[in-house]
């Protein structure tokens, strides 16, 4: 069984940069494909981006294309999600999740994944 952990997140100003990190335990955490989301206060989770298990397939939601990349390095089962520009409506808990397989009609289902971290805060103040 896969676990994941999210770190990285923080406080910081309109316009920075901040990397946040999902590392995986378990066996074969480099078949996941894995996913980021995040939630806003009194909104629903959200889709940000998805990295496949052999980073050929990265894909992006429209809010955050251009600014934010996602990578992993699966020697140290570790997915990252690179946020630049940041802006205040960035704010909420970043979420990782994992699932082997997927599809490009589906990455953004929050119901594809069966794995998920626990959550890490972002705020962007202005």
């Known amino acids: 069984q896969v676990r994941l952990l999210e770190s990285g997140g923080g406080l910081v100003q309109a316009g920075a940069s901040l990397r946040l990190a999902c590392v995986g335990s378990?066996?074969?955490?480099?078949?996941?494909?894995v996913g980021w989301f995040r939630q806003a206060p009194g909104r629903e989770r959200e889709f940000v981006g998805v990295i496949d298990w052999s980073s050929q397939i990265t894909y992006y939601a429209d809010p955050v294309k251009g600014r934010f990349t996602i990578s992993r390095d699966n020697a140290k089962n570790t997915v990252y999600l690179q946020m630049n520009s940041l802006k205040p409506e960035d704010t909420g808990v970043y979420y990782c999740?994992?699932?082997?397989?997927?599809?490009?009609?589906?990455?953004?289902?929050?119901?594809?994944?069966?794995?998920w971290g626990q959550g890490t805060q972002v705020t962007v103040s202005s």
């Open positions: 999740a994992a699932q082997i397989g997927g599809s490009r009609e589906t990455y953004s289902w929050r119901s594809t994944y069966r794995i």
């Open positions: 378990g066996e074969s955490f480099d078949r996941f494909t």
